[in-house]
């Protein structure tokens, strides 16, 4: 059976998560032009000759470690000063010296016959920067790439959209360098090859549950075997979805070994990097955003802001316009800017800029951490029909467990017809039957099978949905 992660209820994004899906397409492409199976029969007699090769040097320490593989040796071998044993008679250390070079002779010749994928993938006995890096582009086969790819775009673009391309970038991988780490430090002799990008993928599902903690995870099962083409979508809080994957890692440290399976020590260390990595990025844009939140003043201080302003001419938006998209293409995060042009939009009743401004907007206060600044804008606009505002609105609402006040506005996004109409009606029932309002549960998932958008597919959801 397969059961998938495919994204995050009402996950509306800002901006496209062009980071996250350059990293899918890069994984992808490694693994059709470069992939590692440590299956292969050649590779499975590689590691084998390998470990032979470490261990009988290891139990020799009078013996000299051949320059040819000095560099694939663990560091207690490779480092080692050959020490005279007097027990052993000279002809014998001899023989075991010739032996040990004809077998470093071989392992040489064999691991440079090797595919560039194995010599690229991290092998904790060597180590390696570079290699740690490269692993993290590396799979062990198609399920292998494909749960991690899930799982990365299942939770990715969100954390994307939260902290930036660039922080997220750093995050994704030092997350992935710390998790890789972490498993080398725990097995520093281990002799197999450590492929996946599953330990940078870790820190991006533990700063996924920082950020968006009571957000919905959508899941998708298909129970191929017994029933190859029957799926069925289910959504699981990340409260719950998360740690319990996370447990699950917990429990499975007594089985991991250093000869090959699951890293789940570099799961862990990922997961805990990016939980803590997000705690304090939290901390810092709420505390590093000074112009926003010391003084009103302060805050309309910002000089490329108030330069457009007033150039304003009256009646001449459209040039307006553009001068705030210029400096937004400069300055996504110019929160300044975008409520700039959220009121011009707004005195131009230009609506459908107006609300793409707003929820923009209200996700630069909330993953700044402006709480002030986002019930103050939810309260100034939540009457406007402006309606992907409103649904960006009630998830924020939702993250504060303040569900009454999200039903009113999705309610509102309702009303403003929004796009996702079907969709938003299905939240309202969910929402509802969790409040006790079995009655509003009902008559929400009713109007959302007579609305005009209600496809096929939504029709089986919203009554798979309502036989729970």
Not at 153 to 162: C, L
Not at 352 to 369: P, Q
Not at 417 to 438: P, W, Y
């Amino acid at each position: 059976m397969l059961l998938l992660p495919i994204g995050r209820e009402n996950g509306a994004l800002q901006r496209p998560a062009l980071v996250t899906y350059t990293i899918v397409l890069l994984n992808v492409l490694v693994f059709l032009f470069c992939s590692l199976s440590t299956n292969d029969p050649d590779e499975a007699e590689l590691i084998h000759h390998w470990q032979e090769t470490a261990t009988y040097l290891r139990e020799r320490p009078y013996l000299t470690v051949s320059p040819r593989i000095a560099h694939l040796m663990p560091k207690d071998v490779r480092e080692r000063v050959p020490q005279h044993d007097a027990s052993v008679p000279d002809w014998r250390a001899a023989k075991e010296q010739e032996d040990a070079d004809a077998m470093a002779l071989e392992l040489s010749k064999m691991y440079d016959a090797a595919p560039a994928s194995f010599r690229n993938a991290y092998i904790p006995a060597v180590g390696g920067i570079g290699a740690i890096l490269t692993s993290m582009f590396l799979h062990a086969g198609l399920m292998h790439l494909i749960g991690n790819m899930a799982f990365l775009i299942a939770t990715g673009p969100f954390v994307e959209d939260a902290f930036g391309a660039l922080l997220y970038g750093a995050l994704y991988m030092l997350g992935g360098m710390f998790a890789t780490s972490a498993f080398g430090m725990r097995f520093p002799s281990a002799i197999i090859p450590l492929v996946g990008a599953s330990g940078a993928i870790a820190a991006v599902m533990g700063a996924y549950l920082v950020r968006y903690v009571t957000a919905r995870v959508e899941m998708l099962f298909i129970p191929v075997i017994v029933f190859p083409f029957w799926r069925y979508r289910f959504s699981v809080p990340a409260f719950v979805l998360l740690p319990l994957w996370f447990l699950e890692q917990i429990v499975s440290i007594p089985t991991e070994s250093s000869d090959g399976g699951v890293a789940v020590t570099a799961h862990i260390a990922g997961f805990l990097f990016g939980a803590v990595a997000a705690g304090v990025l939290r901390v810092f844009l709420r505390g590093g955003a000074p112009s926003a939140k010391q003084s009103a003043a302060a805050e309309a201080m910002d000089p490329a802001v108030e330069r457009i302003r007033s150039q304003i001419n009256p009646g001449d938006y459209d040039s307006a316009l553009r001068a705030v998209n210029e400096l937004l293409a400069r300055e996504p995060s110019n929160q300044h800017a975008v409520r700039l042009g959220l009121d011009i939009a707004r005195s131009s009743h230009r609506d459908a800029e107006a609300d793409a401004y707003a929820a923009r907007l209200l996700t630069l206060y909330a993953g700044k951490g402006l709480g002030k600044e986002t019930a103050k804008l939810i309260d100034e606009l939540a009457n406007q029909p402006l309606p992907r505002f409103a649904i960006r609105a009630a998830q924020e609402m939702e993250h504060q467990a303040r569900r009454a006040d999200a039903i009113r506005l999705y309610e509102a996004a309702v009303a403003a017809q929004s796009t996702d109409a079907v969709q938003t009606l299905v939240k309202i029932g969910i929402l509802r039957r969790s409040e006790g309002d079995a009655d509003g549960a009902r008559a929400a998932f009713q109007r959302a099978l007579e609305h005009p958008q209600c496809t096929s597919e939504w029709t089986q959801r919203i009554n798979a949905i309502r036989s729970r």
